[in-house]
T-cell receptor, first 115, second 109 residues
Framework: IAGITQAPTSQILAAGRRMTLRCTQD?????MYWYRQDLGLGLRLIHY???????GKGEVPDGYSVSRANTDDFPLTLASAVPSQTSVYFC??????????????FGPGTRLTVL | GQNIDQPTEMTATEGAIVQINCTYQ??????LFWYQQHAGEAPTFLSY????GLEEKGRFSSFLSRSKGYSYLLLKELQMKDSASYLC??????????FGAGTTVTVRA
């Protein structure tokens, strides 16, 4: 593994189903993030984690949950998917030890369609 | 809250120069990033400014004025491969970035 990986690459999901998007990084970064990207709205932060064992809410957290059991993994769960959650989801990480220099590295994205 | 504005679209000719402006109003400021995102791909880092002035990196330069809440990304000697979206993002503390909606640049032959 090099950098950040996400799975699945794409998914079509029936409304009401539960879905977990996976994210793994091998850079030993402390901080990780989940964004959704919608046309005309740019990247919006869903949840973040500054270090293993802690998580926080971003701009659009409703309908999503995350966990951070270890440094490498940061899964995003949709408990009961709705069509408005159709989007492209990006996971990112950064080295919080670098203080204010918060360059984020992005995974390849998951394209999710909820019908 | 955070407010980051950039134009939606720009078109330029191969070999030309394009300047993408970004204005921001944020609750804190720890630096400004520019990312490039090709269609269907992940954003990738282009530049970082934390002090006022111009940062040059090959054909790309980025400028920052903190007092004006203003930045621009300058793309010189445009190539077809520069057709992409360019995202302005502000770091305002707590290791988070706030992104603008992005500017789609189309380079024509």
């Amino acid at each position: 593994i090099a950098g950040i990986t996400q799975a699945p690459t794409s998914q079509i999901l029936a409304a009401g189903r539960r879905m977990t998007l996976r994210c793994t990084q091998d850079m030993r970064h402390n901080a990780m993030y989940w964004y959704r990207q919608d046309l005309g709205l740019g990247l919006r932060l869903i949840h973040y984690s500054n270090t293993a064992g802690t998580t926080g809410k971003g701009e659009v957290p409703d309908g999503y949950s995350v966990s951070r059991a270890n440094t490498d993994d940061f899964p995003l769960t949709l408990a009961s998917a709705v069509p408005s959650q159709t989007s492209v989801y990006f996971c990112a990480s950064s080295d919080s030890a670098r203080g204010d220099y918060n360059e984020q590295f992005f995974g390849p994205g998951t394209r999710l369609t909820v019908l | 809250g955070q407010n980051i504005d950039q134009p939606t679209e720009m078109t330029a000719t191969e070999g030309a120069i394009v300047q993408i402006n970004c204005t921001y109003q944020t609750s804190g400021f720890n630096g400004l990033f520019w990312y490039q995102q090709h269609a269907g791909e992940a954003p990738t880092f282009l530049s970082y400014n934390v002090l006022d002035g111009l940062e040059e990196k090959g054909r790309f330069s980025s400028f920052l004025s903190r007092s004006k809440g203003y930045s621009y990304l300058l793309l010189k000697e445009l190539q077809m491969k520069d057709s992409a979206s360019y995202l302005c993002a502000v770091s305002s503390g707590d290791y988070k970035l706030s992104f603008g909606a992005g500017t789609t640049v189309t380079v024509r032959a």
